[in-house]
């Protein structure tokens, strides 16, 4: 039966759920177009399909009806019944699922195998994922080994990228006697030549030829696009989320443009200056730090530290800009800075396209998925999808901070200083200096409370906080407190602007002019931009609550985990609110989190993640954000065999890559 086919074309004629083509008609009518066009083959899913398209063709049909793994990944020709009913429909050829996993019904993928080769005489074609996988099919008595697993199942997630599975392809027809099918992401030519050249026997192709939907997304996409403007994933802000985000997506293989508005990464990292990361471990009870972040933001911080750019979870934004910058380049995302999104063009809750201003007029720029990082969910906004902003009762948003840096500072002083007046500082404010550990002070009760009798600071101001930076005397502050304004209007934050400022050089000449160790202190900055800690966050499929923080709570499609507790910095009229986990405790992040309610190819990651206001007030933080990201991109990344539809990725592929990172 395979004789015929080799170095032959093999057409797959799939269509599933509400496509435009799944019907039986329309698949043979498409079957027959292959035949005409030169196919050897055709294969095809479901018993009505096998029938129509074995009546429409004279070549051999490869049939296989579709279930699910418990995980819901799919699998291929689930039981028995499903090959006998195939080969009374017509079939000549059976595909079945011979990965190394546990079928739903209690049979092992290879046990099946062997028992299939026992019972039935049909030729069947192997659909494995790896290498040993094939070798074990083929020893089995598969008549053929088809590499269309490769990439989709949890043990190969990582591998999936944009080319076919070459290596697979050679190193199979090197180890097995019966023929290697190239299945998967074949969409040109000179890739089905190239599988031949590495070994394989014959090339199976499905999309490229019988998907037109995806087709003429690829070639067009809405508004006549050029193929420059077109990418299959589009991240939208380039903060700590969208940076991981575009890098993980760009390392599965996908074409990633990441847009930002500035001219240079990081948003409230850098913009803001928010410059120390708040806590992102646990401690074991033998006293070791256990992270709970790995992956992309592991190896930002690792960089970062090795042009010394860290004093343990500080950090200076020069560093975050140059290696996230490295980073993404290395990764192969095309990066557009200076370059504003202000608009979307969607079509049935799905976004096709979003406009950039970068180069004169606006213009169109497509993708299969798209992932808001812009903080303040500007492109929820702007494709009207669902959103929520502030408390759930009062409608308050947490106050805004103008952070800034001041340099000179001796800091051995300064921690002296807090040793010898502990009642003015918060209790876990440094009191031993260590080159090279980051000081942490929070306090200076007295001289607030007399420079508000002066008039010098508002009622708003009830601490300076500051941590250092990895260059000596030098520390970021966290200190201002500007409240009553919304971070998602220019109005209120023209006015936060310049209430920040003024409050930063007040604090600044009380500390030079008051506190030990700041004699010979100086301003050296503001943050290019007022620290906005929420505005809008998505409707998600599901809302991280308070309660799943502060309750440690675990989920099982978890995509990152975190350990901040609720920290709410109260707005006028509200009191702040923080709270820290137990010892050792941690939460996860669902799945639901970070995709639309309702909408087919929207995810959101860092500050627009779907939470409730108290959830939102633990995950913000940078780690959090960081790992949330990189778990948007790799769905995302993941969705291109399904046409961007982001549910259709099967959570258990999703997380062995996440596992793999050591972000769950
Ligand atoms: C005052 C303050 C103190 C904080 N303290 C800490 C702390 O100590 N430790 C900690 O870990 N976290 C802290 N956080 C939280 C943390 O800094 C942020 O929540 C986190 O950095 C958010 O990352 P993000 O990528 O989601 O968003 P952002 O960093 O806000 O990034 C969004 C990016 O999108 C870009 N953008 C927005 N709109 C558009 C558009 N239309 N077109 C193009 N680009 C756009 C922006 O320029 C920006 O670069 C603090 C936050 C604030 C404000």
Known sequence: MFAALQNGLIVSCQATGDEPLNRPEYLAA???????????????????????????????????????????????????????EMIAAGADIIALDATDRQRPNGWHGFDFLRAVKQRYRIPILADIATHAEG???????????????????????????????????????????????????IWEAQQAQRALAAGAFAVCVGSAITRPQLITHMISGPNQLSPRQSHEVIVVGGGVAGICAAASAARLGARTLL???????????????????????????????QPLVGGLFEELTQRMAAIGGMIENGFSALAFKRVATEMLIEAGVELRLHALMLGAHVE????????????????????????????????????????????????????????????????????????????????????????????????????IRQARQRG???EAVEYFFFTSLPAYGEAAFNTTNILGLDGSSSFDLTAAEIEGRRQVFNIANLLRARAP?????????TGVQVGVRETRRAVGDYAVTGEDVMGARKFPDRIARGCYGVDVHGQKGEKSRMEH?????????????????????????????SATRAGHAALRIQATSAAVGEAAGALAALARPHGGRVRQVAPALLQAHLSKAGNI
């Open 259 to 289: 847009v930002e508005r500035y001219g240079f990464l990081g948003g409230m990292s850098t913009a803001g200056m928010v410059t120390p990361f708040m806590k992102f471990w646990i401690e074991t009870e033998d006293g070791r730090r």
């Open 135 to 185: 070798v074990t099919a083929a020893e089995l008595g598969a008549e053929a080994v088809a590499t269309t697993m490769s990439g989709y199942t949890p043990a190969t997630a990582g591998r999936q990228d944009e080319e076919p599975d070459y290596a697979l392809i050679a190193s199979l027809h090197r180890a097995v006697s019966v023929p290697v099918i190239a299945e998967g992401r």
């Open 456 to 458: 010098l600071l508002p």
């Open 517 to 525: 160790g700041f004699e010979r202190s100086y301003l050296i900055e």
């Open 348 to 447: 049935d809750r799905t976004v096709r396209s979003v406009l950039l201003q970068h180069n004169g007029a606006p213009q169109p720029h497509s993708a299969a998925v798209f992932i808001d990082t812009s903080g303040d969910g500007e492109l929820l906004l702007h494709a009207g999808a669902p959103w929520r902003k502030g408390d759930e009762q009062t409608g308050l948003l947490q106050a805004m901070t103008m952070f800034f840096r001041m340099g000179g500072i001796d800091l051995e002083a300064a921690v002296a200083h807090v040793a010898a007046h502990p009642e003015q500082f918060f209790a876990w404010s440094t009191k031993e200096y260590h080159h090279e550990r980051i000081v942490a002070i929070a306090g200076y009760y007295d001289i």
């Open 581 to 609: 986990l137990q010892p050792g405790q941690y939460y996860e992040i669902p799945l639901g989190a970070i995709i639309v309610q309702d909408w087919e190819n929207l995810l959101v990651a860092g500050r627009c993640l």
């Open 30 to 84: 498409l079957a027959r177009c292959a035949e005409i066009g030169g196919a050897v083959a055709i294969r095809t899913e479901g018993l009505e399909k096998i029938r129509a398209l074995k009546t429409a063709v004279k070549l051999p049909i490869i049939g296989l009806i579709k279930g699910t793994f418990t995980d819901g990944a799919v699998l291929i020709t689930p039981d028995f019944s499903d090959l006998e």
